[in-house]
């Protein structure tokens, strides 16, 4: 992976997390934790995109809510 993108539900503000290159390496299938700093207490009751992107550019992302 080389870069985590945060997108706040009806805002501008995207938040971006660049890996150095090689850092993280997954599998098909395969699983990993990231720690990004994110203050969600300002989002409650919003959605946030997460996206995930590798080093050959595919993405995937996924949608969740604050609670």
């Not at 938040?15 to 990993?32: D, F, Q, S, T």
């Not at 990004?36 to 809510?65: G, H, M």
């Amino acid at each position: 992976m080389s870069k985590v993108t945060i997108k706040i539900q009806d805002s501008a503000e995207v938040l971006e997390y660049l890996l150095p290159k090689g850092h993280v390496i997954l599998n098909v299938g395969g699983e990993a934790i990231l720690l990004c700093p994110f203050d969600w207490q300002r989002y409650i009751c919003k959605n946030i995109i997460v996206t995930l992107v590798t080093e050959e550019l595919v993405e995937a992302s996924i949608t969740y809510r604050i609670h």
